[in-house]
């Protein structure tokens, strides 16, 4: 792809909290929005996990007040998951309404993020415009 046009893009990526998405391991980058929100449930699913993991460690250690804020945690992280699962678009509201199950990822988008994913890190997704964003090119392998 030769073109200099910005193709509209999002990106989903962890950062540490309070350094903003520059230090994020990896960029996940997708353009149309049933893609990012397959990215972010992702995201959401494994932070859930390690919440629930970390939650059993600190139960273990009965360090309980601990355990209960991370449980409660991975539990919202979860319940989140699920509201970007792309499986809402076959609902009675979204039948034959893929523009509609579009407008309310981006919204879902809005309301959420940033995210705090742990006591660490934060759920970082942003759209982006940029001509030759260097992530672009991960979508053409
Ligand atoms: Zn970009």
Redesign the pocket.
């Known amino acids: 792809m030769t073109t200099t046009t910005a193709v509209r893009?999002?990106?989903v990526a962890t950062g540490l909290v309070g350094y903003g998405p520059d230090g994020a391991d990896g960029?996940g980058?997708a353009i149309e929005l049933t893609d990012v929100a397959d990215l972010i449930r992702d995201e959401l699913r494994q932070a859930a996990d390690s919440e629930d993991e970390g939650s059993r460690s600190e139960a273990e250690a009965a360090d309980f007040s601990e355990a209960w804020k991370l449980k409660t945690r991975a539990e919202h992280l979860s319940i989140l998951a699920e509201t970007f699962s792309n499986d809402r678009a076959n609902a009675p509201l979204y039948a034959g309404k893929p523009e509609m199950w579009a407008d309310t990822i981006e919204t879902l988008i809005r309301q959420h993020f940033p995210l705090d994913i742990s006591d660490r890190s934060r759920l970082y997704v942003w759209p982006?415009?940029?001509p030759g964003?260097?992530?672009?090119a991960d979508l053409e392998r």
Do not use: S
């Not at 964003?133 to 672009?136: F, G, K, S």
């Open positions: 893009h999002w990106h960029y980058t982006c415009a940029e964003c260097e992530h672009l």
